[in-house]
Every structure is written in C-alpha cells, then in structure tokens.
C-alpha cells in the first residue's frame, strides 16, 4: 500500500475525542462536560432562511470568498461589535472557524516554519501547524499570571524561523479574556518581529462582565488575521460557517485558496448565516445568560466542594485546579472519574502539557449535569 505523509500519519487525535469515545464505550448514561457542544439550536428564522434558500434553488457554486450579502454583514458586524476598520473585500466566509484557521495557516505558512501557540491551548492549532509541515512551539501560559500571556516568554521563543503567533480570546479551554492592554502589546510584539498574529475570536460574543477585544484594531502594519465563527454565538456547530478577515489586499489570496479547498462554502449555510446577523439576536443574549448562570451554578459548587478555578471571563468553560486529587496524572484521573462516577470531563493535557493537574468543564452541559457533575468530582477524594 502506498504510504500516507508522515505528517498525517503522526497527527495526533484530540484528547477530548478519546475522552467522548471513552464515554460511549462505557454503555451506560453519564454525565458529559467534556464538549463544546452548545446545548441548544439555531435562532428559528436562520433554520428556515437555509430551508427558503433549498426551495429557491440555491444550491449552486457560489464566489470563493462568500457570498457579497454576507460579506456585507460581516463587514457592519466586524466594525459595529469588534471595532476593526476592514471593508467586504476584507473578509472571506470560511467552513467554520476551524478551517478560517487552516486557510490562514496555509496561505503563511510552509515545512519548517514555526508557529507560536498557546499551552494550555484549543488541540487543533498544533493539529493544523503540524499537518501544514510547520512546527508548533508552545508558549506557557501560567497560573500565576492567571493564564495570560507574557510578552518576555514570547520574545525568548522567537527565532528566524518563527512566522506566526496563535492568539485565543476568550479562551478554549481556560475562559480566560485577555485585557485590552495585552492585546495591544501582542499585536507590538507580531509588528516588532515581523510576523502573523493568527486571532482566533470564535467566542467573541460569549464574554461575562468584560470586554472582548479584537487584535486587529491595534494592527497599523497588515499582521493581524482575524477567525470568527456563527458557531458559538448562534448555535451552529454543524451548520459550519465562519469567516477570515484580513489586512487590506490578503483577502483575494485567501479566497483563491478556497478553491483547491472547499471551493466555496455551502449556499444555504450562507443564507442562514445572513438570517442570523441581520435578524433579531435576542436568542444570543438568552444563550449567553444562560450560560452566564450555569457559570455562576458551577463556580458556586465549585467552592463547595473546595476544588480551585479560574473565574470565566469568556466563553463556556471553567478551567478547574485538580492537581490535589489526580495523584500527577489527570488523563488517568479522568478515565477514573468516568468509569467509577460517570462523569466525562475534558482532561488539561488535552490542551498541552500545561494542563497537568487541570481539567476543563464544559458549560454546554445543562444545570442539573453541572450541579451532580461538580459534587460527583467531590466525592473522588
Ligand atoms: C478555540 C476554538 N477555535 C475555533 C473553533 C472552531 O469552531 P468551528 O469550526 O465550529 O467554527 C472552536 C470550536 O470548538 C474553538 O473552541
């Protein structure tokens, strides 16, 4: 048999997904709070807008970059509620955040480039950077500093072959925001060396209590490219819609990109999209205050049962401390919690070596899973 590249052959599978396949082996009900997944559907108006787009026959090739409609409300929603200055022609409509994050990468990227990205961080970047033949270079991301980064820890990880920094906020796995300040020194840092600053803002409506904000307003020299996603804000996972934005002049590099790729993405998915911009967003206001409450819930148990947290500032996660329960192994921990207390939860080394003695639960799970899921972690003491 002919062999596959040893990059897609080395790549290694997420480690939540061993967790989810740990969970359906065990053949009976648990407890999951170990995925992403939002709990709930797309607003009623985007699901018909896609149905009117299939009965009106739209489901034909559609320009690369995205339909001009939905680029349009990209760039009012882009310069309305992230305070970029970028126009349509700024912007190409991507498979979901995911693949605006593979189609940035491989327009910068090449075999033996490297690419800074966080640790703890979201698994699919050192996945992406390392299916594209470049080396991920992790950089820490510490307690002590509340998992923000530091720009002395970036600047000593830069060499002449780094070509591009991964930025997440809000922060899968860790809620974290990065405050304004640090954004801005971020975007100084990718300017001073030269290189990409890769934002990828696919929970930007999801943040409690403080602002998010986006690199690209501090950009004055072309180096940031921004991925957003419908499928957090509006509960369209499966839908797979996203979109890349970038310095002026980049983006018909991008969207010529999508041809070998997907050639463009789905015209009813587009339709949707559109409904779910220009519509009514009450239904994001609602998701995001209930997963303001779970958050509450969570932390409150949380204190309860006495296991230390990162308080969430943005998106759906809560980073818990579990170092005083896991004995140094928390993937072994989690298997544990699963077999013996039916309890998925997503282990911190998931997210990079980081992650040793934290783990993450999802606030995609419901109230009632989140209040017995905390107090079963109680009972493995
Ligand atoms: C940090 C982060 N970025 C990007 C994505 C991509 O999501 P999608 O491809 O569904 O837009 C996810 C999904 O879980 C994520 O957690």
Redo the contacts with the bound molecule.
């Keep these: 048999m002919p062999l596959v590249t040893p990059a897609a052959d080395t790549m290694p599978r997420s480690g939540i997904r061993r967790v989810m396949d740990a969970a359906w082996a065990l053949g009976k009900p648990f407890i999951g709070m170990h995925v ?1 997944e939002p709990s709930f559907t797309p607003p009623d108006h985007v699901i018909r807008a896609a149905e009117e787009a299939y009965e009106r026959g739209d489901t034909h090739y559609v320009p690369n970059a995205g339909v001009p409609a939905l680029q349009a409300a990209l760039a009012q929603k882009i310069r309305e509620q992230n305070g970029i200055d970028a126009d349509a022609t700024q912007i190409v409509v991507s498979a ?4 605006a ?1 593979h189609l940035a990468l491989s327009m910068i990227i090449a075999s033996g480039d490297e690419v800074l990205i966080p640790d703890p961080g ?1 698994p699919n970047y050192a996945m992406a950077v390392g299916l594209l033949q470049a080396t991920p270079v992790r950089y820490p991301l510490k307690p002590e500093r509340g998992f923000i980064p530091e720009i002395a820890d970036l600047e000593a990880l830069v060499t002449p072959a780094t070509k591009v920094i991964i930025v ?1 906020s809000p922060s ?1 796995p860790l809620g974290t925001v990065i405050p304004g300040e640090v954004i801005e020194e971020l975007v100084r840092f990718a300017e001073r060396h030269d290189i990409w600053l890769l934002s ?1 803002e ?1 929970y930007d409506a999801l943040t409690y209590g403080v602002e998010h904000v986006s690199p690209a307003r501090f950009d004055t020299k072309g180096v940031v490219l921004s991925a957003f ?1 419908f ?1 957090k804000t509006y509960a369209m ?1 499966g839908v797979r819609v ?1 979109y890349l934005v970038t310095p002026k002049g980049v983006a018909p590099i991008a969207a010529k990109l999508q041809e070998p790729m997907v050639a463009c993405v789905n015209a009813p998915a587009q339709a949707a999209a559109i409904a779910a911009l220009t519509g009514p967003q009450d239904q994001v206001a609602f998701m995001r205050d209930t997963y303001a409450s779970r958050r509450e819930l969570a932390m409150r148990k949380l204190t309860e049962i006495g296991v230390p947290f990162i308080e969430p500032r943005g998106a759906f996660y809560i980073w818990i401390d579990v170092s005083a329960l896991t004995g140094g192994d928390v993937e072994e921990w989690a298997v544990r919690l699963l077999t013996e207390h039916q309890v998925a939860i997503a282990p911190g080394t998931a997210f990079g070596a980081g992650g040793e003695g934290w783990a993450r639960l999802s606030l995609a799970a419901d109230s009632d899973d989140i209040a017995r899921g905390i107090e079963r972690i109680g009972e493995m003491r």
């Design positions: 992403g979901g955040g995911a693949q994050l979201w997440n899968n990828d696919c996603s499928s996972t996203g």
